[in-house]
Structures are given as C-alpha cells and as structure tokens.
C-alpha cells in the first residue's frame, strides 16, 4: 500500500453538532494524519462546482442548499490508501446502511445531512484537493 492523500469535508450538520475534534480524532487514530485544514462558509458557486458530477442528479439542488447551510472544515488527510481508509472510516453514504462504528452511522442524521464527504478515488481526491487547497498550503511533514 502506497502514502496517498485524500480530500475530507466536515459538512454543515457535523459542524453544528460540535463534533470536528471527534471526527479528527477517528482520522488520526486510524492512521490518516492532517495535512492542510480550513474552516469556510462556501459559496453556492463553490459548493456548485465542488459537486459538478452530480448536476445532473434528482438531489443537486439539495445538496448544494445544505452544502452552504452553514461552514464546513476541510481537510487533506495523508496515510497509507488514504483515499479507501477514509472512505470505510465514514460508512456508507445513507447513515441507515453506515456500518456500527463508522462516522456517519454515529454522527450523521439523513442521507442528506450525513457528516462527512471523502474523496472516492485517488485521482478524484487529487482534484479535489486542488480544488480548495493551493500547493504551499499543504504541510509536507
Ligand atoms: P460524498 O461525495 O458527500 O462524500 O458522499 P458519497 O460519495 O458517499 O455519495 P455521492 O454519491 O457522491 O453523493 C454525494 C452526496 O449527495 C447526497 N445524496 N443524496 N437523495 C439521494 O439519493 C442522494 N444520493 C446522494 C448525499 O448527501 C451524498 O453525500
Ligand atoms: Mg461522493
């Protein structure tokens, strides 16, 4: 398994919980350290262009509205596959089907509002990093 880096997002509903420090703590004993991190309030152009995979989905407008609901912590998480660690360390997506354990079974309240966004593969996850981070803003330790 390779050192890898992975796009993590504390959405909206997590923020407002007060559980970051609880979510941090689940990457970081897990193996994934905290590379780069910043607490922003997106805009609907950003949150727009973030999901632009899914504009075409039934939900966009959805998730987009939650997605700017209130400020989101976003973080670049580095360790060996980070990209699938992370994505088994949050569950599945619907919080109902999350296994025991995972993030968004614990914290998540809705398919909707469900705590977390990860990145779903290496090259999305370098996408999106780029997206909100600029390269000096990432710690190389
Ligand atoms: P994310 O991108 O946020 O990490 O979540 P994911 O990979 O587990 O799920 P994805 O398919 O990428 O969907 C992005 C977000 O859209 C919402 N969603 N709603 N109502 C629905 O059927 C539905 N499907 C997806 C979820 O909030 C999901 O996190
Ligand atoms: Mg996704």
């Known amino acids: 398994m390779t050192i890898e880096r992975t796009l993590s997002i504390v959405k909206p509903d997590a923020v407002a919980k007060n559980v970051i420090g609880k979510i941090y703590s689940r990457f970081e004993s897990n193996g994934l350290k905290i590379v780069a991190a910043k607490m922003k309030h997106l805009s609907k152009a950003e ?26 912590m976003i973080q670049v998480l580095e360790g060996e596959g980070a990209v699938a660690k992370n994505r088994e360390l949050m569950g599945a997506t619907n919080p109902k089907e999350a296994a025991a354990g995972t993030i968004r079974a614990d ?10 966004h990860g990145s779903d593969s290496l ?19």
């Open 123 to 141: 090259e999305n996850a370098a996408t999106e990093i780029a997206y909100f981070f600029a390269a000096d803003e990432l710690c190389a330790c």
């Open 47 to 72: 949150a727009e262009g973030f999901y632009a995979v899914h504009k075409e989905r039934p939900f966009f407008a959805d998730l987009v509205n939650f997605m700017i609901s209130g400020p989101v």
């Open 107 to 116: 914290f998540a309240d809705s398919i909707d509002a469900n705590a977390v």
